[in-house]
């Protein structure tokens, strides 16, 4: 699903990330660990393609993505599914505007758009604040109408980047089973996170780096 | 259709949401057509006025004194069979002293010291359309100059070349201030919509990462440049037809359109709705040169 050939990717001559080499199955569970500047966010932002590798190369569904034309990023974008710490929700739409969003976009029929969002809400638990606007709902509801955003169009993969910062305990733990569920159906899931009680949780494959290399890759089923 | 109507909804909010650059980027595409429409007005009404002078271009054949009627009328015979001439009329020696007395009535004791009336006997000829160019009236004059019976050839030609020359020169400054002034109002609308791109730099972004094509999100913005500059356009109209009636009021109840206020006109519709358009694509012009830059971005 996810290859990872001899990357590297520096900042200002500040390397990032330094010959990274992972392959991630269908349907695997990741967690990508490490402190900050570990370089979590920098293979998050490869993998879809916000930024380009200066070394190696990125398969994500056997497509190389440094050869992807721009024209062809929207189409890889929208078999994934993207979570952020800080939501990335847009404020001026309400909860129900906001998951519509990849479906609007691939130019899905209002009548499909309805359902499918009724349906995402439905899973992450959010649909009674469907016409409510994000600045009105707490840190856990916006994180969960990401989640549904994300999830929204049925995505191959899940990335995730820190979506559990700044939440207490019990919120972060209710987040992370929305994951595994989304994982329990098929969906590649990967998720950075330098939050160690989340490891305790999920007890699945576990990636770290530190200093923008990888340290150890554990609970790989290979 | 559902992308469709999301883009219009959108350029609409975006318009909303920023009213008060909005309201700047308006009224600069408006003032700026506004100083190119007066320039448009001018060389519009200044050709029409040249064109009704260029219809009346007359030729006026002064007879020597002492010719009898019959050599009068067959050199009107003649003149009549001349495809120069369109229409011809004769003024008698009588004729040119009443329409003198009637044109400058202050003047008419100055004729009277002289005893008989010195006024010549005249034939008036308008000429052919085809006929009217200067070459062709002069070439014509020059020739008659030399008939017997003809004291002077008289044309009005210098002084509607004279028009033609100032109308020139003003069509070539109302290309030059267009110019400058439309891409003045192209930098003011990128600006605009500059500003609105970077006010939802965020929004562009998980438009981008949850899959929206470029076209997708760069749409609504070229729409809202568009409707910013055909709204400045119809405002400009607004602005020039405040003018030219003022104008209008103005000068004609002084009375110093000398009789032309009827070939005075504002523009017709067609050239309103150019100017309409023009602004809309000045606009477009705006936005599409701030999504250029913001397009080089890969993500």
């Known amino acids: 699903m996810i290859q990872l050939f001899h990357v590297s990717k520096s900042y200002d001559r ?14 695997e569970f990741v967690l990508l660990m490490g402190p900050s500047g570990a370089g979590k966010t920098t293979l998050l932002k490869l993998l879809f393609c916000a930024d380009e590798p200066d070394e190696g190369q990125i398969l994500v569904q056997n497509r190389n993505v440094a050869r992807l034309r721009s024209r062809d990023l929207p189409h890889l974008r929208r078999t994934m599914g993207f979570v952020f710490q800080d ?4 404020p001026k739409k309400n909860v129900f505007e906001n998951v519509a969003l990849p479906l609007l976009v691939q130019g899905m029929s209002a009548f499909d758009t309805r359902r499918k969002v009724s349906e995402a809400l439905k899973a992450v638990g959010v649909e009674h604040r469907q ?3 994000p600045p009105s709902l707490s840190a856990g509801e916006q994180q969960r109408v990401c989640i549904a955003r994300a999830m929204v169009n049925g995505p191959m993969i899940l990335l995730a980047d820190e979506p559990t910062g700044n939440m207490d305990p019990e919120l972060s733990s209710e987040i992370i089973e929305l994951f595994k569920t ?13 939050n160690r009680q989340v490891v305790g949780q999920v007890h699945s494959r576990v990636v770290t780096l530190n200093q923008g290399r990888l340290v150890s890759d554990e609970g790989s089923v290979e | 259709m559902r992308r469709l109507s999301y883009c219009v909804r959108e350029a609409l909010r975006n318009i909303r949401d920023n009213r008060t650059t909005t309201l700047i980027a308006i009224a600069t595409t408006a003032f700026t057509l506004a100083c190119v429409g007066v320039f448009l007005l001018l060389y ?8 009704s002078l260029e219809d009346d271009i007359q030729v006026i054949i002064y007879l020597t004194d002492g010719q009898s ?6 050199f009107q015979r003649r003149l009549r069979a001349e495809p120069q001439v369109a229409t011809l009329s004769y003024v008698s020696k009588e004729q040119a002293l009443a329409d003198f007395r009637t044109q400058y009535p202050a003047e ?4 009277q010291g002289l005893g008989e009336n010195p006024l010549p006997a005249s034939l008036v000829v308008t000429m052919s359309p085809r006929f009217r160019s200067p070459e062709a009236v002069k070439h014509w004059a020059e020739r008659l100059n030399g008939v017997p019976g003809v004291a002077q050839v008289q044309y009005n030609r210098d002084w509607v070349e004279n028009l033609t020359a100032v109308i020139g020169f003003i069509e070539l400054a109302a290309m030059g201030v267009g110019i400058i002034l439309s891409a003045a109002s192209i930098t003011i609308i990128a600006s605009t919509i500059r500003l609105t791109l970077y006010a939802r730099r965020d929004e562009v972004e998980i438009m981008r990462l949850i899959g929206a094509t470029a076209a997708f999100i760069k749409v609504p913005y070229l729409l809202e440049g568009a409707v910013l500059g055909a709204l400045g356009g119809m405002l400009s109209l607004a602005l020039l037809r405040s003018g030219f009636e003022f104008f209008k009021v103005q000068l004609g109840g ?20 150019a100017i309409v358009l023009i602004g809309l694509m000045l606009g477009c012009a705006g936005s599409f040169v701030s999504l250029m830059e913001f397009g080089r971005a890969r993500s």
């Open chain 2, 44 to 51: 519009l009404n200044l050709r029409g006025v040249a064109s």
């Open chain 1, 131 to 133: 016409y409510s606007r």
């Open chain 1, 87 to 90: 939501f990335k929700l847009l």
């Open chain 2, 69 to 74: 009627p019959q050599a009068i009328e067959d």
């Open chain 2, 254 to 273: 002084t009375g110093r359109l000398l009789g032309l206020d009827s070939t005075f006109g504002f523009f017709p519709a067609r050239v309103s709705l």
């Open chain 1, 182 to 194: 989304i994982n329990a159906r098929g969906t590649t899931v990967m998720i950075a996170t330098h």
């Open chain 2, 108 to 111: 008419h004791q100055l004729l």
């Open chain 1, 14 to 27: 500040r390397p990032a990330l330094q010959d990274i080499n992972l392959q991630i199955r269908k349907g």
